[in-house]
């Protein structure tokens, strides 16, 4: 078993900047992947932005180039920096992490991009 603790949501205007930290309980390295979801009020939860063991990336169309993921060993932590945050980015902000038979999740964060 994993547990993920998430941080860094909240309040932030259009054109603001957030990083969301994601700390696992175990190694980094024991995932075959890492990543950020959210969901919206009556949507389906998205993914946002991945990263492989192996350090690949990927993002969803509507983040490229606004979102960037990364992971630091030493503090055995992923980061989701969004910058040039837009009302549609609200939602709630989930950390995922899967290894070859288990999906874990983080209890959410909440980011909501408003004027």
């Known amino acids: 078993q994993a547990q993920l603790v998430e941080s860094g949501g909240g309040l932030v205007q259009p054109g603001g900047s957030l990083r969301l930290s994601c700390t696992p309980s175990?190694?980094?390295?024991?995932?075959?992947?890492m990543g950020w979801y959210r969901q919206a009020p009556g949507m389906q939860r998205e993914l946002v932005a991945g990263i492989t063991k192996g350090g690949t990336t990927n993002y969803a169309d509507s983040v490229k180039g606004r979102f960037t993921i990364s992971r630091t060993n030493a503090e055995n932590t992923v980061y989701l920096q969004m910058n040039s945050l837009k009302p549609e980015d609200t939602a709630v902000y989930y950390c995922n992490a899967v290894t070859p038979t288990n999906h874990y999740w983080g209890q959410g964060t909440q980011v909501t991009v408003s004027s």
């Open positions: 175990k190694s980094i390295f024991n995932f075959n992947s």
